[in-house]
């Protein structure tokens, strides 16, 4: 792998008696799609939490393109390009979609030309079209991508996606999936938590696993699909690609 965007060592977080994380290490090569796979708490939305400075990591380095992110405030953090989604779809649901999207552009931008470049993000979401929707009155595909777009206008170099196809059926996750894809042509770095196997086995160039915050296994979609470990804590016997 060429000079990492980000590099991750020895990553460890506790909650009281649990040890959520415990020496996570990996790193992502700029433009990589990345997975990361585990059952119920197995600590990724802790692990991304910790990225983002949503948590502070009890030992372990963050370094995103050489700096270093442990300590750093969330808005810090988005500013030096790592912006996440949340696993619920938190969006104003009195506010317009174009207001949620503005939102995340207010990080670099004054009103107007963030209200500008919520539009062009919504563009290349493919939801231009419904810019003064109300977000309460969303599909699911719909909010999904809001959700996206919102991340998008933040103008990040990595976008952490926390389970955005988790309501989503077969064809909305193939659309999503595209999308994905786009973005990450157009030079975007991804990391994704998702549940749905076949899918992270069909987006991502790597994947990483882990169970009781422990990484399991690290690999191309092939090898974490045919690793014994990774079978045994969360594939299912059953699984064969
Ligand atoms: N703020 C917190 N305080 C205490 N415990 C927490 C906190 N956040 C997470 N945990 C615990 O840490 C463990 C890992 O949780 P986490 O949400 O990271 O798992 P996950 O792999 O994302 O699970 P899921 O797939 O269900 O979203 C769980 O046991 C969870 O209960």
Do not use: W
């Not at 790193?27 to 802790?46: S, Y």
């Not at 969303?138 to 389970?163: G, N």
């Not at 975007?188 to 009781?212: G, N, P, Q």
């Amino acid at each position: 792998m060429s000079a990492p965007i980000l590099s991750v060592s020895g990553l460890s977080k506790r909650f009281g008696g649990l040890q959520a994380l415990h020496d996570i290490s990996f790193d992502v090569a700029r433009t990589e799609i990345l997975g990361v796979i585990g059952p119920n708490g197995a600590g990724k939305t802790t692990l991304f939490n910790n990225l983002a400075g949503l948590h502070r990591p009890d030992a372990g380095t963050i370094m995103l393109d050489g700096v270093s992110l442990v300590g750093l405030k969330p808005h810090r953090i988005a500013g030096l390009g790592l912006t996440k989604t949340f696993q619920n779809v938190a969006l104003f649901a009195e506010s317009s979609v174009l207001d949620n999207v503005l939102i995340g552009g207010l990080l670099r931008h004054g009103v107007a030309e963030a209200r500008a470049f919520a539009l062009h993000c919504l563009e290349q979401v493919g939801l231009a079209g419904i810019a003064q929707k109300q977000a309460g009155e969303l599909s699911f595909p719909e909010r999904a991508r809001v959700e996206v777009a919102r991340a998008l206008a933040t103008q990040p170099k990595i976008l952490l996606l926390d389970e955005v196809m988790a309501a989503l059926n077969h064809a909305e996750m193939e659309a999503l999936m595209a999308l994905i894809r786009r973005l990450r042509e157009g030079g975007l770095t991804v990391i994704v938590i998702e549940h749905h196997m076949k899918a992270m086995l069909a987006l991502c160039d790597r994947i990483i696993a882990i169970s009781f915050g422990r990484k399991l296994a690290e690999g191309s979609p092939a090898e974490i699909a045919r690793h014994p470990e990774v079978v045994a804590a969360y594939l299912g016997r059953a699984h064969a690609v």
